[in-house]
C-alpha cells in the first residue's frame, strides 16, 4: 500500500511496462522497459509523450477586470505580466521578501483570465499564496479534474497536429484551446527538455484517449521521470527545490532573462516585488555567487552535493544537478561557485567519494534548444 496519489492513468503506465517510484507525493514513471538512456535520445531524435499530470493547473479569473488581476498577480513576481499579450506565456518566479525564489511557473494570458502551472511540490502552497495575494481581484481555482502531458521533440508538431489541427501555426510560448474529440484542450508550444513541443491539458475523462491517440502516431515514445531529468539537465533548466528555492536569488540563478526591462531599475514599472531591493541591487551590482554550467573529467557523473573547491583548496561551492548527459556522451552538471570563479573555462574541483577530481565551468545549455520561434 502506499500513500502517494496515483495519477489519472496509472494503469495505462503501468500497461506500458513503467516502473512506478514516489514523487512529489505521486506515484510517478521514473522510466518503461526502453531505458533512461533510449528514452533520452528517442525524445531527442523523434517525440517523447510525458505524463505531468502531478504539476499545479491553476485559472486566475479576474472578479473585475484583467487589468486589475495583472497589477496584483505582476505584484508578486519581478516579471512583467501587463506586457502579456493574450495569447502568449510567459516563464515567471514568486519571490520572498529576501529575494529568494518560492517557485518558478508558467502563465498564459488567455484573453478573459489568466492560467498558471506551478511545481507539484509546491502547489499546495503556491495556490494559498495566489489566494492570500489575489482573492480580492480573482477567483483562484485549483483545477483538479485535468490532466497534463508534454509531448516533446522534433516529431511532436506533426503528431499532435494529427489529432489538434491548428497546432502548427503556433511559435514558441503561444498558447490556445482548441475543441477535440477528447474535450477542449488548452495547449502551449513550450516544455522542459529544450526541444520543440507541446503541453496539453486535457479533461481526465479523455485523457487516456489522448494519450493512446498520441503513443498510437509515428515516432511517439512514452518516456518518465529519468529522461525527463536528464533531458533538462542537458538544456540547462532549473529544477526547483535543487538548482533554485527559498535561498536563491533569480539574479544567483542566472535567470536575468525572466527580469523584462520594465521591471528593472529605470522601467516603467521598477521594482514592488517581493525581494526587489536585493533583486535590483544584484542585478546592478553582480551577486556574490552564480549557477554555471560544469563538465567533469572523465566518465565519472558528480552528483548533487558535491563539494567544488579552487584547486588551491578554498571551497567555492556545490553541485545542486549532475549525472550523465546522454545527448553529450559525457558527465555533466550544474551548481553554484563564487562569482570570481563563474568565467566559463575556470578549472575547479569536485569532490568525489573522498577524492579531488577535476571539472571545468563551462556555458549553459549543453545541447542546443530547438524552440520554434
Not at 301 to 328: H, I, N, Q, Y
Request: with cysteine; aromatic share 6%.
Amino acid at each position: 500500500m502506499t500513500d502517494h496519489k496515483r495519477l489519472a492513468l496509472h494503469d495505462l503506465h503501468l500497461s506500458l511496462g513503467g516502473k512506478m517510484v514516489p514523487f512529489a507525493g505521486y506515484d510517478m514513471p521514473v522510466q518503461y522497459p526502453a531505458g533512461v538512456m533510449a528514452e533520452h535520445l528517442h525524445t531527442r531524435a523523434a517525440a517523447g509523450l510525458f505524463d505531468v499530470s502531478h504539476m499545479g493547473q491553476v485559472i486566475l479569473r479576474p472578479k473585475a477586470g484583467m487589468a486589475d488581476l495583472c497589477h496584483a498577480f505582476e505584484a508578486m513576481m519581478p516579471v512583467d505580466v501587463l506586457g502579456l499579450a493574450p495569447g502568449c506565456q510567459r516563464y515567471g518566479l514568486f519571490t520572498n521578501e529576501q529575494g529568494g525564489i518560492l517557485d518558478d511557473l508558467m502563465f498564459a494570458n488567455r484573453g478573459d483570465h489568466l492560467s498558471v502551472v506551478v511545481n507539484a511540490a509546491c502547489k499546495t502552497a503556491d495556490v494559498a499564496h495566489m489566494q492570500a495575494h489575489l482573492g480580492a481581484v480573482a477567483e483562484v481555482q485549483h483545477i483538479t479534474d485535468r490532466a497534463l502531458f508534454a509531448l516533446q521533440g522534433p516529431m511532436a508538431e506533426a503528431a499532435l497536429a494529427a489529432l489538434v489541427p491548428g497546432v502548427a501555426a503556433m511559435r514558441f510560448m503561444d498558447v490556445g484551446t482548441f475543441d477535440t474529440v477528447f474535450g477542449p484542450v488548452w495547449v502551449s508550444r513550450s516544455g522542459y527538455t529544450g526541444e520543440d513541443g507541446f503541453e496539453i491539458s486535457v479533461p481526465q475523462a479523455g485523457a487516456e484517449g489522448l494519450a493512446r491517440a498520441l503513443l498510437a502516431t509515428p515516432g511517439v515514445m512514452p518516456i518518465g521521470l529519468g529522461a525527463r531529468d536528464s533531458l533538462r539537465l542537458e538544456a540547462g533548466l532549473c529544477l526547483y527545490g535543487h538548482d533554485i528555492d527559498t535561498g536563491t536569488t533569480p539574479v544567483e540563478a542566472g535567470l536575468t532573462w525572466a527580469i523584462q526591462k520594465t521591471r528593472r531599475a529605470g522601467g516603467a514599472r521598477a521594482g514592488g516585488f517581493p525581494g526587489a531591493d536585493r533583486i535590483l541591487r544584484e542585478l546592478a551590482e553582480g551577486p556574490e555567487r552564480l549557477r554555471v554550467g560544469l563538465r567533469p573529467e572523465g566518465r565519472a557523473p558528480m552528483r548533487e552535493g558535491t563539494a567544488l573547491f579552487d584547486p588551491d583548496g578554498t571551497p567555492l561551492g556545490e553541485v545542486t544537478s549532475g549525472g550523465f548527459g546522454p545527448s553529450v556522451g559525457a558527465p555533466i552538471a550544474m551548481g553554484y561557485v563564487a562569482a570570481s570563479h563563474a568565467t566559463p573555462g575556470t578549472a575547479l574541483e569536485g569532490e568525489v567519494r573522498g577524492k579531488r577530481l577535476p571539472v571545468t565551468v563551462v556555458p549553459l545549455p549543453f545541447h542546443p534548444t530547438t524552440y520554434k520561434r
